[in-house]
């Protein structure tokens, strides 16, 4: 999504099942592309089929073209994510 120009608390939370045992699934918000180092969640399945999820919150601010969204990739196999929510608080001042 491409908010407002603006500094907004991001919220993001995901379901996800790694299909295969210890494999490695990362989630991190992205701001126009970019990685946001402080909202990336690691996590390791543990067994086959395992089931959890991905909560992170971060602050960040936006010129009003730059898009924000959440990405998750897997080290190698399959991952699932279901139940996703994005969302983009706006904090301080409005003009």
Known sequence: MTPVAG????????EFLIAQN???AEGVIYV???ADA???????????NY??????LTEVNVNGVQAVDFRV???????QVTGRTL?????????
Request: no cysteine; charged share 15%; net charge positive.
């Open 32 to 34: 126009d592309g970019v």
């Open 7 to 14: 500094r907004y608390a991001v919220y993001e939370s995901a």
């Open 73 to 79: 990739n897997i080290s190698s196999g399959q991952l």
């Open 51 to 56: 089931q959890g999820g991905f909560n992170t």
């Open 87 to 95: 969302l983009l608080i706006r904090l301080g001042a409005q003009t």
């Open 38 to 48: 402080d909202s990336r969640r690691v996590v390791q399945g543990v067994g086959s």
């Open 22 to 24: 210890n494999r490695v």
